[in-house]
C-alpha cells in the first residue's frame, strides 16, 4: 500500500482543458512537494507547500495542501502539450522517519 | 552551475554482479540522497548522505549500500545482483541536506539486470 496515493494515474487530454490532480494519504506530513519528470530525466521540483490550507499559484498550475495536512491537489489551467510529463507528489510523515516519500505518480498526456 | 551529473547513464549487468554507481551534486551542495525508480514501485528513498555520513536509509536489505566523499560526490554500490534491482537509480542533491528540502535531481542511471 502506497502512503501517498495519487488518482488519476493516467491522464489524456486535448490542449486548452483544464485538469485536477489529487494526492492523498492517513498520514500527516510535515510538507509536501509537487515534482513533474519528463522521459530520460530526473523529477523536477515545481512546489513545495508547508501550511494547512495553503495555496500557491505557478503560472497556469495551482497547488493546494489540504487543512489537515493529509493531502494536496495540482491544478492546471488550459493544459499545454509542454505540460506533458510524469507529476509526483512527495512528502515527509511528521511522525515517522524523515524521509521523503513518493506517490505512485499520474502520467499526463496533453494532445495538441 | 552545473546541474547534478550522474554515471554512467546506462548500464547492463548480470544476476551475482556487483554495481557501483556515481554521482557528483550540484557544487556547494552537501547532501545527496539516492532512489530507485520502478513503474510497480515508483520512486523509492533508499538513502541520503551529509558530510560523509548517512543521515537517513530507507527500506532496503544490506546489499545496497553507499558513500560519500569529501567533496560531496556519492557512490551506490549493489552487490549480488538481482533482476528485480533493473530500475532507473536516480541521485539529487540539497544545500541543507534534510530531504524534505528542495532537491535536485540528475537525469538517472539506467540499470538492466540480466
Known amino acids: 500500500t502506497q502512503l501517498l496515493e495519487q488518482s488519476p494515474q493516467f491522464l489524456s487530454i486535448q490542449e486548452g482543458e483544464n485538469l485536477t490532480v489529487y494526492c492523498n494519504s492517513s498520514?500527516?506530513?510535515?510538507?509536501l512537494q509537487w515534482y513533474r519528470q519528463e522521459p530520460g530525466e530526473g523529477p523536477v521540483l515545481l512546489v513545495t507547500?508547508?501550511?494547512?490550507?495553503e495555496v500557491k499559484k505557478l503560472k497556469r498550475l495551482t497547488f493546494q495542501f489540504g487543512d489537515a495536512r493529509k493531502d494536496s491537489s495540482l491544478h492546471i489551467t488550459a493544459a499545454q502539450p509542454g505540460d506533458t510529463g510524469l507529476y509526483l507528489c512527495?512528502?515527509?510523515?511528521?511522525?515517522?522517519?524523515?524521509?521523503?516519500?513518493f506517490g505512485s505518480g499520474t502520467r499526463l498526456q496533453v494532445q495538441p | 552551475k552545473a546541474g547534478v551529473t550522474q554515471t554512467p547513464r546506462y548500464l547492463i549487468k548480470t544476476r551475482g554482479q556487483q554495481v557501483t554507481l556515481s554521482c557528483s551534486p550540484i557544487?556547494?551542495?552537501?547532501?545527496v540522497s539516492w532512489y530507485q525508480q520502478t513503474p510497480g514501485q515508483g520512486l523509492q528513498f533508499l538513502f541520503e548522505?551529509?558530510?560523509?555520513?548517512?543521515?537517513n536509509k530507507g527500506n532496503f536489505p544490506g546489499r545496497f549500500s553507499g558513500r560519500q566523499f569529501s567533496n560531496s560526490r556519492s557512490e551506490m554500490n549493489v552487490s549480488t545482483l538481482e533482476l528485480g534491482d533493473s530500475a532507473l537509480y536516480l541521485c539529487?542533491?540539497?544545500?541543507?541536506?534534510?530531504?524534505?528540502?528542495?532537491?535536485?535531481f540528475g537525469p538517472g542511471t539506467r540499470l538492466t539486470v540480466l
Open positions: 498520514s500527516v506530513f510535515s510538507s
Open positions: 557544487s556547494g551542495h552537501r547532501s
Open positions: 512527495a512528502g515527509v510523515v511528521i511522525a515517522g522517519r524523515r524521509a521523503l516519500t
Open positions: 548522505y551529509f558530510s560523509e555520513t548517512q543521515r
Open positions: 507547500v508547508v501550511t494547512g490550507g
Open positions: 539529487a542533491s540539497s544545500i541543507r541536506g534534510g530531504i524534505y528540502n528542495e532537491q535536485f
